[in-house]
């Protein structure tokens, strides 16, 4: 799959590039307007240089205010504002920086703003603002549709993987051999658990499709598989919620509790003889979603294939959905293995 790294670019290499070039044309066009019977005097050559050295140094500082800002998170009609406004303002600066230039070159007496050259220093700003802010507007679309695609992908072979363990032989036999020996024993148990079976399907493969789910609807799904599995290992596995009600409702990636306590089971609990415990927390921490997935175990140094696979599934889920803002670590601690994820609220 394709890394998002893959369509960055180098912004200041491009940016030192088009900020020369730019102004480099203007300065072109105002020495065909200001050439006479002399030609191209040193003076007019220090005069243009004067210009373009100074518009370089001051669109290149109302840049770093607009990124301190972070003007480009705005809304549009904010942002057209802001535009305006700013050109408005960097229309005088312009104005000055003509007649300042004019006074100290030849020895001019004009004012430092004139009103023709404010209207023009404004629609050469505005001119700047349009192909910067046009720039930067487009390539963020471009990098939110490529990572919708590169998401999409991800969710489709979540969805397949976990369709594929869901029905992996072992599982379907041992979940069918578990239902069959209740039938005797217990037939209203396994008839409930024909039905977990069966939202274990249904839910994984509608879920798979969003982009996002209530921590609630996760669970339920989480809880029917784990039914299933009590049937299995009966008094081998001990399952322990801790969850705070007003994370309910809170949005998570589809299957990642369901991923990690399938993970727990089958490389943890599975491989003890005496079983062991699988705990689910989830509560709101720092400000952010806490969700840890606890099971006992040894974390093992070398981790096989398949669960790289998840893992790393997992870590690139959260780095499409929230960037540098979420969070996940596997470790060891005090006899347990511990999956945590901390995704940040109020997304």
Known sequence: MANSLEIKVNYKVQYILFQSIGWGVLVAIIALFNMNQDGFTFDLMLFLLSIYVLNLIASHFYRQLVNKKEWLHDKLNILWLKMGGSSILLGVIFSMIINSSNQLVFDSTSSLVSLNDWLFGTFVYFLWNLLYFGYLLFYKARIVEFKNIQLQAINAETELKNLRSQLNPHFMFNAMNSIKALIDENPIRSKQAVTELSNVLRNSLVHAKKE????????????????LEKI??????????????????????????????????????????????????????????????KNSGKLRTRINSETSIGIQNIQKRLELLY???????LKELEGKVVARVNLPLNE
């Open 212 to 227: 996002l789910v209530s921590l609630s609807e996760e669970m339920t799904i989480v809880s029917d598989y784990l039914s």
């Open 232 to 293: 299995r290992y009966e008094e081998r596995l001990i399952v322990g919620t801790n969850i705070e009600s007003k994370t309910n409702s809170h949005l998570i990636p589809p299957l990642l509790i369901q991923t990690l306590v399938e993970n727990s089971i089958k490389h943890g609990i599975s491989k003890l003889k005496e079983g062991g415990e699988l705990e689910i927390n989830s509560r709101e921490e720092n400000g952010f979603h806490c969700i840890e997935i």
């Open 323 to 329: 960037g540098e803002r979420a969070a996940f670590e």
